[in-house]
Structures are given as structure tokens and as C-alpha cells.
């Protein structure tokens, strides 16, 4: 089977670089691919989020086992696969996340709009360590 793969990526104004991947089969059209995958990227421009939705779970694991610190990361809507990875982390790990809801307004021009809202998500870490590192 041949799959195809389309990397789109921005820069923002604030040096923030945005990139989405999407893969594809043999039936799918290049042209198709490719606006699937712009598609992508503008809602995840469109989110507010810093993580794109099928990284989401990563962050937060990572945030989970850093040392014992407060990390915090702003993210677009949850996906579903995410919130049952947090009901995950709070079992195993008995991390549990605090959740704000920020409201982004962005004026352009001296006309200010409302974007909708993010999600700032926080924890404490764990302070997991692999304990077969050797000692330095």
C-alpha cells in the first residue's frame, strides 16, 4: 500500500511555529491531502492552543511525570481520546488537573473580535526518575 504524507507549517508574529502532518492512503488525491492538512492547521490556528489536538495526551504526560513543579500549558477543546486520558492519569497517577477556561479577544487594527476559549491546564508532576540511570 502506498501512503502519502503532507507537512504544512506558519510561523506567528510572536515566533510561534505551527505544523500539522496527515497522512494518507493511495485513494486520497495530492490536492486533497494537501487541503485536508491546511485544514488542519488553521483550526488549530483557530483554537488558541499551543499542542494540536493529537498531541494533547503527550504534554499532559509530560506534565505528569516532571519533577515536583507546577506546569501548566494552554490547549484548544479537548478531544475525547484526552479527557479519557486524564480520567487515566488521575487513576494511576492520582494527578488531577486543574482546568481554566480563558477567553481570547485579539484586536486587530483597533477592532477587537473574540476568538472563543482555551483551556489552561495545570498539575504538580510526580517527580518520576528512572531508577536505572546510573548515578553521576
Same mark, same amino acid.
Given at each position: 500500500?502506498?501512503?502519502?504524507?503532507?507537512?504544512?507549517?506558519?510561523?506567528?508574529? /510572536?515566533?510561534?511555529?505551527?505544523?500539522?502532518?496527515? /497522512?494518507?492512503?493511495?485513494?486520497?488525491?495530492?490536492?486533497?491531502?494537501?487541503?485536508?492538512?491546511?485544514?488542519?492547521?488553521?483550526?488549530?490556528?483557530?483554537?488558541?492552543?499551543?499542542?494540536?489536538?493529537?498531541?494533547?495526551?503527550?504534554?499532559?504526560?509530560?506534565?505528569?511525570?516532571?519533577?515536583?513543579?507546577?506546569?501548566?500549558? #494552554?490547549?484548544?477543546?479537548?478531544?475525547?481520546?484526552?479527557?479519557?486520558?486524564? #480520567?487515566?492519569?488521575?487513576?494511576?497517577?492520582?494527578?488531577?488537573?486543574?482546568?481554566?477556561?480563558?477567553?481570547?479577544?485579539?484586536?486587530?487594527?483597533?477592532?477587537?473580535?473574540?476568538?472563543?476559549?482555551?483551556?489552561?491546564?495545570?498539575?504538580?508532576?510526580?517527580?518520576?526518575?528512572?531508577?536505572? #540511570?546510573?548515578? /553521576?
Amino acid at each position: 500500500a502506498v501512503v502519502s504524507t503532507q507537512s504544512t507549517g506558519t510561523e506567528s508574529t /510572536t515566533d510561534v511555529i505551527l505544523c500539522c502532518d496527515k /497522512t494518507a492512503d493511495s485513494q486520497t488525491l495530492p490536492e486533497d491531502l494537501a487541503t485536508a492538512t491546511t485544514n488542519q492547521l488553521l483550526d488549530a490556528v483557530h483554537s488558541g492552543g499551543c499542542v494540536d489536538e493529537a498531541h494533547q495526551y503527550l504534554v499532559l504526560l509530560f506534565m505528569v511525570l516532571t519533577q515536583s513543579h507546577v506546569s501548566s500549558v #494552554r490547549l484548544g477543546p479537548l478531544t475525547p481520546f484526552t479527557v479519557s486520558f486524564l #480520567r487515566n492519569i488521575k487513576h494511576f497517577f492520582g494527578v488531577v488537573f486543574k482546568i481554566k477556561v480563558e477567553h481570547i479577544d485579539v484586536e486587530e487594527a483597533g477592532n477587537k473580535r473574540g476568538l472563543g476559549s482555551t483551556l489552561v491546564l495545570s498539575c504538580l508532576g510526580v517527580g518520576f526518575e528512572n531508577m536505572n #540511570r546510573s548515578m /553521576t
